[in-house]
């Protein structure tokens, strides 16, 4: 997968693992113009090679150019976390990643954790954003109740990993305990695929030496960030769409439904969908059903003809494997 280094990034140099996928190509040097962009902002934990791929994969979608790259401290992308890590400088850093590419405004795909990004994109850089697609959105304030669940897993993996011998059982707690949002079921094969990819990642990343990357990356960013002020919210200019998975165990209907409402409140042009059943992270095990949602909304928002789709295609991931 290809880097690129960003000029200005705080508390540089940052340098970007990313891929482009085009109609023709699955690892491609540059988009293809004439074709719609998504920009790709993962979960916490999920590197763009675990979260997106069923996406990459998807015929359909890929007659859009997709991109995926990973933020700071997630998967290939070398950097620095400067302590004071915030919405504001993720979002920076996308801009400036779509300025050393020289991409032209995208549509804007987060889960989860970025959803947190994808929204700060939009309201400080507006003339990157052209929709938001958010899966999970973390919108409105944490819940007291998810706050204690991050933390005991955040604590897990740290002490697991800093004991004089490391705590094997412990560390695979913390991880699998965080990526229940991922799957329905535990004992499912995709959770021990995510879970042994992610275990690995982690064992690099975040290991004794990075304690602090992890937490800040994990955990600090997302329960320290700031609710949504309607104010804010009155600066994104562009559709977005919402994503509630029906089997979250982590956030309630009510609580995407009341950020939903705010967004109109605020003026902004916002619908909600559905997807039953689907844990936190659907785009991963329900891809089926998520996919075609955001195939839809990217056509209706698109103002220019797009060609068909391919007849076939591959993820980057899998042919590199």
């Known amino acids: 997968m290809p880097f690129v280094e960003l000029d200005g990034a705080v508390d540089g140099p940052v340098k970007f693992n990313y891929n482009i996928s085009t109609p023709t190509e699955s690892s491609a040097a540059s988009i293809d113009p004439t074709r719609p962009t998504i920009l790709f902002l993962h979960g916490v934990y999920l590197a763009q090679e675990t979260k997106p791929a069923a996406q990459f994969n998807d015929v359909n979608l890929r007659r859009f150019n997709l991109i995926g790259l990973d933020l700071r401290s997630y998967g290939q992308t070398v950097s620095r976390v ?3 890590y915030s919405p504001q400088i993720a979002a920076q850093d996308v801009s400036l990643f779509m300025n050393a590419l020289q991409l032209p405004p995208c549509h804007i795909f987060g889960l989860s954790m970025g959803s947190i990004v994808a929204l700060q994109l939009a309201i400080d850089y507006p003339d990157k954003v052209l929709s938001l697609f958010l899966i999970s959105p973390l919108g ?4 007291p109740e998810v706050i204690e669940g991050r933390r005991i897993m955040c604590e897990a993996w740290v002490e697991g990993c800093t004991a004089e011998e490391p705590d094997e059982e412990l560390m695979f707690w913390g991880v699998s ?3 229940e949002l991922v799957c329905k079921d535990r004992h499912s ?3 021990e695929a995510l879970v042994s990819n992610v275990m690995q990642q982690v064992a690099v990343n975040w290991n004794k ?11 600090d960013f997302i329960i320290n960030r ?3 002020e309607k104010e804010e919210l009155s600066q994104i200019k562009v559709p977005v769409k919402l994503l509630h998975c029906l089997g979250d165990v982590a956030y309630s209907l009510e609580y995407t439904t009341e ?3 705010l967004l109109k409140e605020a003026g902004v042009d916002a619908s909600l969908n559905t997807i039953p059943e689907a844990s936190h992270f659907g785009c991963c095990e329900d891809a089926h059903q998520v996919n075609p949602i955001l195939h ?10 797009v060609p068909c789709a391919p007849e076939s295609v591959s993820s980057p991931w899998n042919v590199r494997a």
């Open 82 to 84: 400067p302590d004071d």
């Open 140 to 143: 409105l304030a944490e819940p």
């Open 177 to 179: 305990g965080g990526l």
């Open 189 to 191: 094969n995709l959770m």
């Open 209 to 219: 030496d990075h304690i602090r990357e992890y937490r800040m990356t994990t955990l």
């Open 226 to 228: 700031k609710p949504r």
């Open 259 to 261: 950020f939903l409402n």
């Open 296 to 305: 839809d909304f990217i056509m209706n928002v698109t103002k220019t003809e």
